[in-house]
């Protein structure tokens, strides 16, 4: 007897392959797609941080060097001149020069009782993390 030699593949096996392919095709690009979106929100909610802990550094940096703080305008005076915080279209800006974007609300705040004054500061980003502090000084006037 003569053994027939197979050529090639048949309908079925070729449609094995095919839906074996198609079902990881589909597995690794929902794996893809997930992993991306996640790596953008993780790195919104780091710019966001960055931003608002900029933010932090500079007025604390402001307000230890500060002789004079108006509570109305938020503005530092300083031996380098004045240094004036607003807040609008969620960005704030330093003197004009934007410091950070995607911030929902800022807030200085002093207590001045005499010596010490205490400034509050509030600070909430779009990620709505919140940041307070409280920094103290001896030689600031109000």
Same mark, same amino acid.
């Given at each position: 007897?003569?053994?027939?030699?197979?050529?090639?593949?048949?309908?079925? #096996?070729?449609?094995?392959?095919?839906?074996?392919?198609?079902?990881?095709?589909?597995?690794?690009?929902?794996?893809?797609?997930?992993?991306?979106?996640?790596?953008?929100?993780?790195?919104?909610?780091?710019?966001?941080?960055?931003?608002?802990?900029?933010?932090?550094?500079?007025?604390?940096?402001?307000?230890?060097?500060?002789?004079?703080?108006?509570?109305?305008?938020?503005?530092?005076?300083?031996?380098?001149?004045?240094?004036?915080?607003?807040?609008?279209? +969620?960005?704030?800006?330093?003197?004009?020069?934007?410091?950070?974007?995607?911030?929902?609300?800022?807030?200085?705040?002093?207590?001045?009782?005499?010596?010490?004054? &205490?400034?509050?500061?509030?600070?909430?980003?779009?990620?709505?993390? #919140? &940041? +307070?502090?409280?920094?103290?000084?001896?030689?600031?006037? +109000?």
């Amino acid at each position: 007897m003569r053994i027939k030699q197979q050529q090639g593949f048949t309908l079925v #096996e070729v449609l094995a392959v095919v839906v074996i392919v198609s079902i990881i095709s589909v597995l690794l690009f929902s794996i893809l797609s997930s992993s991306t979106s996640t790596h953008q929100k993780q790195a919104t909610k780091n710019k966001n941080l960055q931003d608002t802990s900029y933010t932090l550094k500079l007025v604390t940096k402001d307000f230890r060097k500060a002789t004079q703080f108006d509570d109305a305008t938020d503005t530092f005076t300083t031996s380098d001149g004045q240094q004036t915080y607003t807040l609008s279209n +969620n960005t704030i800006t330093r003197n004009g020069e934007i410091i950070a974007t995607d911030i929902k609300e800022f807030k200085l705040a002093a207590k001045n009782d005499g010596i010490p004054v &205490i400034l509050t500061i509030k600070i909430v980003n779009t990620s709505d993390k #919140e &940041i +307070n502090a409280e920094l103290t000084s001896r030689s600031i006037k +109000n």
